[in-house]
């Protein structure tokens, strides 16, 4: 029987006569054709490819009989890759504890913070602000209306006692209950006072007395802080009015006063005195009235000034 030869990269393969032509096969199968037809010649590829098949079943058999049983409790083996996704999202860890020779830090300590209201204003009193009630004291002197008598002295010189003149006191009060805003009050006020006036020498003189009542409405203007105009207008009535000499003169008469008009204008101070309750105005005032005597007639009008010390209360 005649031998015939086929050459296939790197490795020759012979193959009897007798055997019926067969396609090497392609691919990876090519080596391994090759090789078992030149070891096992003799057989036919149907019979290798068995053998093979029953050594590789063998083989895995066996490396399972002896692998060692694994538990249900066991941890399933993890890979590189898996434990590259645990490292990296587990949490950071902690920070060593400091050594007994380092001291542990200091304990935060919260500064307490004390909110004070903003300073205020102090309040201004209520008898600054709205003054006008109180007490008042009024001194001044008038002069007008009809001349009663004339005196003349040694040296020439005479003196004449007029019907409405004379000094004058009084005491009163005030009353300001109604203030639009701090710039205008209005008030009512009432006074009783006297007013004496005398004429004469050592050896005579003769005398006028008087006793004023008046009632009036008043207004407060604010100028400044502590200035005002007061106003004021009402009636005065006086009574007990009373003429009398002395020495060569003697004798008396008794008047008959009449209700006349008054007005009065001029300025109100608060002062510092007395915790600002201390006021002082200084007015001027005009009265309207006539006197009767026997039948007789003559007027008692009068004008003047007058300083006021009000007490605001």
């Not at 399972?64 to 993890?78: C, E, H, I, L, V």
């Not at 009060?173 to 109604?178: C, E, H, Q």
Request: negative net charge; charged residues 15%.
């Amino acid at each position: 029987m005649g031998d015939g030869s086929v050459t296939l990269s790197r490795v020759q393969c012979s193959v009897r006569s007798d055997a019926s032509p067969r396609k090497v096969p392609k691919g990876r199968l090519r080596w391994y054709d090759c090789l078992v037809k030149r070891t096992f010649g003799w057989l036919t590829h149907e019979a290798c490819l068995s053998a093979l098949g029953f050594a590789m079943l063998a083989g895995a058999s066996a490396h399972a009989a002896s692998a060692p049983a694994r538990s249900d409790n066991d941890d399933p083996p993890s890979d590189s890759s898996s434990t590259g996704t645990a490292n990296e999202s587990a949490p950071p860890a902690a920070e060593p504890a400091a050594s007994e020779s380092e001291s542990p830090p200091a304990p935060r300590r919260a500064t307490p913070r004390i909110h004070l209201p903003p300073p205020q204003e102090e309040e201004t009193p209520l008898w600054l602000r709205h003054p006008g009630s109180g007490l008042t004291f009024d001194f001044g002197g008038f002069g007008g209306g009809t001349d009663l008598a004339t005196a003349q002295f040694s040296d020439g010189s005479t003196a004449t006692l007029s019907a409405g003149g004379g000094g004058f006191a009084s005491v009163g009060g005030l009353w300001t209950p109604l203030w639009l805003g701090d710039e205008l009050g209005l008030g009512v006020g009432g006074y009783v006072g006297v007013k004496y006036q005398t004429v004469g020498g050592s050896n005579s003189n003769l005398s006028l007395t008087r006793f004023p009542i008046g009632l009036a409405a008043h207004a407060l203007l604010r100028l400044s802080e502590r200035w005002f105009l007061l106003l004021r207008g009402g009636v005065q009535k006086e009574y007990g009015i009373g003429l009398s000499g002395g020495g060569d003169v003697s004798g008396s008469a008794d008047l008959d006063g009449s209700l006349g008009p008054l007005g009065e204008g001029g300025f109100y101070y608060v002062t510092h005195i007395g915790g600002d309750r201390m006021a002082v105005a200084l007015t001027f005032r005009y009265t309207s009235a006539h006197d009767t005597l026997g039948g007789m007639t003559f007027s008692a009008n009068s004008a003047g000034g007058l300083l006021a010390i009000h007490y605001n209360l």
